[in-house]
């Protein structure tokens, strides 16, 4: 079963770092381009950042480019998103997902983040 | 960044059809077909019904349609069914580079069943 599991998520005070990690299973996870979404409490989802299979370019959304930063270890299949300058509207669960072609195929459960003090 | 619009809620009775807007522009509905619909139950993960305006994924139920015309992409729920009732948010390839992205979501829809 091809499956995406998010970790990393909880509560940071404004301006903090935090980590998140997905760990990819039961598909090639080298094979694909990866994605963050995320969605605060009670709104839609809003794409966050995208990273290709390799060696190649990745992409942010205005509202974190400069303060986000997406990664990837193709030999533990695991995608990370290194999040500083936590701001309030930060807050929000976090879905990795994966890429198949303009559409975001497979989601994980999410993680969420709080920022607050 | 500007999100695609869709109605803030729809809502029918079993058996009948539905039908959900998502209104963009050039830049991305418009533009591509490479509008894509997710059903998200509360507190449960996005999950991908229908991909590039009319496709559905294998196990779909046929009682999702998808179509586009011009900037505005809809998604059709025929035979609506009591586990439906669900938040439905559609999504787009976009060039815009006012944001800097790939996908632009829409607004979400929830969808009622009476």
């Known amino acids: 079963e091809e499956q995406l599991v998010e970790s990393g998520g909880g509560l940071v005070q404004p301006g903090g770092s935090l980590r998140l990690s997905c760990a990819a299973s039961?598909?090639?996870?080298?094979?694909?381009?990866m994605n963050w979404v995320r969605q605060a409490p009670g709104k839609g989802l809003e794409w966050v950042s995208f990273?290709?299979?390799?060696?190649?370019?990745?992409y942010y959304a205005d509202s974190v480019k400069g303060r986000f930063t997406i990664s990837r270890d193709n030999a533990k299949n695991s995608l990370y998103l290194q999040m500083n300058s936590l701001r309030a509207e930060d807050t929000a669960v976090y879905y990795c997902?994966?890429?198949?072609?303009?559409?975001?195929?497979?989601w994980g459960q999410g993680t969420l983040v709080t920022v607050s003090s | 960044q500007s999100a695609l619009t869709q109605p803030a809620s729809v809502s029918g009775s079993p058996g009948q059809s539905i039908t959900i807007s998502c209104t963009g522009s050039?830049?991305?509905?418009?533009?591509?077909?490479?509008v894509s619909w997710y059903q998200q139950h509360p507190g449960k993960a996005p999950k991908l019904m229908i991909y590039?305006?009319?496709k559905r994924p294998s196990g779909v139920s046929n009682r999702f349609s998808g179509s586009k015309s011009g900037n505005t992409a809809s998604l059709t729920i025929s035979g609506l069914q009591a586990e439906d009732e669900a938040d439905y948010h559609c999504?787009?390839?976009?060039?815009?580079?006012?944001?800097?992205?790939?996908?632009?979501f829409g607004t979400g829809t929830r969808v009622t069943v009476l």
């Open positions: 997902a994966r890429d198949g072609y303009q559409v975001l195929a497979v």
């Open positions: 590039d305006v009319t």
């Open positions: 990273i290709s299979s390799s060696d190649g370019p990745v």
């Open positions: 050039s830049s991305d509905v418009g533009g591509y077909n490479y």
């Open positions: 039961g598909f090639t996870f080298s094979s694909y381009e």
């Open positions: 999504a787009s390839y976009t060039s815009s580079s006012s944001f800097g992205g790939l996908y632009v």
